[in-house]
């Protein structure tokens, strides 16, 4: 008996000790939520002085202080609705990441994404730059259907390993792909992640070298093989020069032999005028 309550007291000390971490942490990110937007909102104040009127800045305070309350109970929804309330008075960008990372407690990935593209589009070098590009990842990661994971880490790893010469078009591919997944259209994502995979292939597939004596020889062989299969075709018999000289002397005798037989006919000429009276 003295060991079952032994044991019983233990395990009630290990949830207490459980517990109490986990508000501490809870505490902690609450902390640093409110010293995030405190200081982003000090920022805005110097930097947009003439912009935003102190009464201004008051209420989006008031926004931020009812939103921290809500969040800490656990009405994330509200705590969304007074941070979005706060960002029309005072365009903090770091109120959105804000936003993100309620949304991605309340497992609304979807939004959660939407919201940290939102403020990395805002302010890319922006201080939670990094963690939005993480959690980004994360969480589209997380979308894809566990039958296409291996494929698509493998998709992202063939894309990485390949030239920046030959990612071209890829990158912008690779995003869109990334995109549906982030938003859930996964109907169709495993004919497109294996469309992504062919492309990724035809890219990273090396083009043969040709050697310059190699391409010598195989230009020879062309024109050599050309040569052989070329029908013979004589010369026609006008084209020979001894046709021409037989046909020249031909001609001379020809002529010859008609001038004799004019000239021997003009010595006994043929009446024509009949017998005179």
């Known amino acids: 008996m003295r060991m079952m309550r ?17 508000r501490m942490l809870r505490m902690l990110r609450m902390l640093r939520m409110m010293l995030l937007v405190a200081g982003a909102l000090g920022a805005a104040g110097v930097a947009h002085a003439d912009e935003i009127s102190p009464a201004t800045r008051a209420k989006a305070k ?32 770091e109120m959105l990441f804000n936003v993100g990372q309620i949304q991605r407690v309340k497992s609304d990935r979807p939004a959660a994404v939407a919201s940290y593209k939102k403020y990395l589009g805002i302010a890319p070098e ?3 730059a990094g963690e939005a590009k993480t959690q980004i990842a994360a969480l589209t990661r ?4 566990e039958a296409l994971g291996d494929r698509w880490d493998k ?23 990334e995109d549906k997944a982030a ?14 995979e062919k492309e990724v292939a035809r890219a990273g597939k090396p083009v043969p070298a040709i050697e310059p004596e190699s391409e010598k020889r195989a230009v020879a062989k062309v ?24 046909v020249g002397g031909g001609a ?16 006994d000429p043929v009446p024509t005028l009949g017998t005179l009276r």
């Open 223 to 246: 024109v050599k093989k050309k040569t052989e299969s070329a029908p013979f075709v004589p010369n026609p018999v006008v084209k020979k020069w001894w046709f021409w000289t037989a």
């Open 6 to 22: 032994m044991m019983r007291m233990m395990r009630m000390m290990r949830m207490m000790r459980m517990m109490r971490m986990l």
């Open 62 to 93: 008031v926004h931020i202080k009812k939103a921290r309350a809500a969040y800490e109970a656990g009405q994330y929804d509200v705590a969304i609705a007074e941070y979005q309330s706060a960002y029309k008075l005072t365009p903090v960008p």
């Open 183 to 196: 938003t859930g259209q996964t109907d169709d994502l495993g004919s497109a992640v294996e469309s992504f």
């Open 155 to 177: 998709a992202k790893a063939s894309l990485e390993a390949l030239d920046a010469g030959k990612r071209a078009g890829l990158d912008e591919k690779w995003a869109a792909l």
């Open 126 to 128: 922006g201080r939670m």
């Open 142 to 145: 997380e979308q894809v259907p």
């Open 252 to 267: 001379v005798l020809v002529l010859a032999i008609g001038l004799g037989a004019g000239l021997g006919g003009a010595s």
